[in-house]
């Protein structure tokens, strides 16, 4: 009878991360936490235009909207048993984002990894363009670039290009006019 007395929880939500062309990257359900009616915040999300907190659910975490490609009411997708989810008439395969990756702003890949005794997929940071920058046989060394090869390597093959041309240009190893000292050789 009094049932427009009681307020309506808010609206739970499937926290989608990221969004590839037949995969769905979720974080997981959450609870939309807006100072807005209900149905006004069930609308704004249904519509993609909803800006606020979000509250993953298990988990207490709470984060802003923003960080997430979309947030889709629980009604509207439909997980099946098989990592498999249906939404917006489209049929996705399902990764699942660790909490570590929630916050994370770059793009995310899957790996498979066994979830309950089965193989499933698990999102993960995609570092590959800090690994092509880190490694060093992917990038050339030039004399304006300054070249950290350990004195023992200085007769290595691989390094002779670069060293040779640092002593042709006059540059020794401790730097100009300088020259390294071994404390047992003095």
Excluded at 64 to 85: K, T
Excluded at 122 to 129: K, L, Y
């Amino acid at each position: 009878m009094f049932k427009w007395l009681k307020p309506t929880s808010p609206p739970r939500v499937w926290v989608v991360k990221q969004i590839d062309h037949d995969l769905l990257h979720l974080c997981g359900q959450g609870i939309a936490e807006s100072k807005e009616r209900h149905k006004d915040t069930l609308t704004a999300l249904e519509e993609g235009r909803y800006h606020g907190p979000i509250r993953l659910a298990n988990s207490g975490v709470v984060l802003n909207a923003a960080l997430f490609e979309a947030l889709a009411p629980i009604d509207s997708l439909r997980l099946g048993d098989d990592d498999q989810a249906h939404w917006r008439g489209k049929n996705y395969r399902v990764s699942w984002v660790p909490q570590r990756c929630w916050a994370f702003t770059g793009r995310l890949i899957t790996q498979t990894v066994m979830i309950n005794g089965r193989p499933s997929l698990a999102s993960t940071e995609d570092v590959s363009g800090i690994r092509a920058k880190a490694n060093p046989s992917t990038q050339e060394n030039d004399l304006d670039s300054p070249l950290f090869v350990p004195l023992e390597a200085r007769d290595d093959p691989r390094h002779e290009k670069t060293t040779s041309s640092r002593r042709e240009a006059g540059d020794s190893p401790g730097g100009q006019g300088r020259e390294w000292r071994n404390k047992d050789h003095d």
